[in-house]
């Protein structure tokens, strides 16, 4: 091996590029070797900017693995968070729908690593849907997990939007990002090519230096898939730059109309959202999580205890002949004070020594973001001091379910 000792390299005409190799070869850099970047040259490459300035993905649950509350569900009519966690759809008089965790077996997603996908199929539909009909689904956003994107500021950054999807109809359908905070709103369209297929989409997102996201945990942004609407959300022009929100720029380029055939579907998974502007073949790798991150994320705004037998959802006391109370902790400290419920009020047991007393009632009161006072009466039995449980009756159907979505 020949050695080359220069101090200094220089293009024969300036501005000229310097070449270091041909195409295929291998550029060996020794161990212990630093390359300094001398004040602002740019062109490095791997640079701070390259790196994802968050740790966990700031879509949650985006390969659809978590799904607490069902893994499907008939006859959607109305919006809410139906099926995997973290998902939400908006749905106002347009068709009836069935909601699938669809499992993944082949295809280009499942080459990807993406095992689950979130499945809408229409099973009435409505092919003449009223002014003010609407369908989307997508995803609610705290503003204090926004704050690294800079909305509202002069360094406001881009963002780029990944996700694969498929469908039996082929065309365009828009996707918004909505500012609730300072009602604005920016979107982009994708464009379903070839049926039934599963294709990966990109797309990006202007920088945004009106209306800073408010920083706590209320909702500041939304991520809208519109799937079908009325004429009221059609006519306008897709707003590629932030601009004021309007009702009729939402779904302005592409229309999938998903609810106008019982044949129509729709499905989506590997859902990524990352700062700064990139392109199919620059967009870093999607983030798979652990099971259990995910779920502890998804958790922070909805929980629903595993429907199991001989399980103890809480400890407590007996303060009289009839009633057990006590502490219940939610799985981790939420967004908010939970909303709480559970199946039927007989479905559990209050246990004190060696024998369990079927409840005629269950409540839950001065709910906080990490426990609650659970009440349960029974018709006799309890001893008034002593130490108590809060079981199932046995027949394992009870669960108790805390939500503090957005």
Known sequence: MSTLEVNKITPVSGGTTVQVGESGDTINIPAGATIANAGTSTGFGITAANFRPNVNPLIINGDMAMAQRNTSVTGITDDGYKLCDRWYEYLSSLGTYTFAQEAQTSGNAFDNGFRTAFRIDCTTADASPSASDEFWWGMKFEGQDLQLIKKGTSNAQKLTLAFWVKSNKTGVGQVNFRDTDNSRMCSGTYTISVA???????????????????????????????????????????????????????????????????????????????????????????????????????????????????????????????????LFENYQVMRSAPSISKSSGTDFAVHQAASSTQTTGLDFYYMTNKTSLWYATVSSGLTEGNGALLIDDGGANAYIEGSAEL
């Open 196 to 326: 039934n297929t599963w294709e990966h989409k990109i797309i990006n997102i202007a920088a945004d230096t009106t209306g800073a996201f408010t920083n706590d945990n209320a909702e500041s942004l939304q991520i809208q898939w519109y799937l079908d609407s009325g004429s009221n959300y059609e006519g306008g022009a897709t707003p590629t730059a932030w601009e004021a929100d309007s009702a009729g720029d939402r779904n302005a380029s592409g229309n999938l109309n998903i609810g106008d055939n019982t044949a129509n579907d729709w499905s989506i998974t590997g859902i990524q959202l990352e700062v700064g502007e990139y392109t199919s073949s620059t967009i870093p790798p999607f983030q798979h999580e652990s099971f259990g991150d995910n779920l502890f994320r998804c958790q922070r705004y909805y929980f629903r205890t595993p429907v199991l037998q001989n399980q103890v959802f809480a400890t407590g006391f007996s303060s009289n002949s009839t009633t057990g109370r006590g």
